[in-house]
């Protein structure tokens, strides 16, 4: 039936309706310390030439997000989501240790992870039945080009190994929550951006200290948020009518 995504000029053409585009989740969908506009959200819409309701809160967790969801247009076509880090203290976590404490393990299981994943996203789908919602991976943020104890990550061999530790549980909570649900599709990103965490030639993700302009701290640079688009555009574009 043809291309599912179309520009701004065909959509003008062929008279069709823009659309409808939502997005939920925390920080790393937000994009704190970017210029307004600069997330994967923003990006994206603009590419689908889509109407964009941007739900998404730094700081928010699964257990929280139903605040969000309540704002999701009931005719929205499709719903990218990137939550779950917060609930695991992720990026808290690498903050704490940059500033000379000591993280904390998880206070919940990865079961418990899932658990709160799958109910959000059976929330997202009863508020927004006919929407694909894409459940968007957090970009690597210590990947294999990262230096301990240089000034881009202020802390130990040790503590790296603690916070990969964390960003594993957090994927693979993710991949679990996606299965056998055939309106959610999962975004691959953290593999995909391996190579552009910390330390890397091109990063998709600042360390300690952030930007003013670029990203805060242990976020997503405008770079990563680009990449994270493009993802998410070439997914799209896959997609029959």
Known sequence: MGIWVVGAIALQILGATALQLASLGSSFAAGP????????????????????????????TLLNINSQIAGIPGDADLITVTSGGNDLGYVGGLTKDSDGGHAADPSISEQTLVNRFNSALTQIHTQ???????????LTILGPDVTPLSKDVPFNAERVEHHRGVAATLQRATAQAAEGKAWVERIPVAQASQRNGVGSAIPWINGNPGSTTNGAAWHPTAAGMNAVANMLYEKARQRPE
Do not use: Q
């Not at 927004?128 to 957090?138: G, Q, R």
């Open 128 to 138: 927004a039945p006919s929407a694909k919602i894409y459940l968007v991976e957090y």
């Open 33 to 60: 310390g970017l210029p307004e506009g600069g997330n994967y959200a923003h990006i994206f819409a603009s590419r689908l030439a889509a109407n964009l309701t941007d739900l998404s809160v730094s700081g928010s």
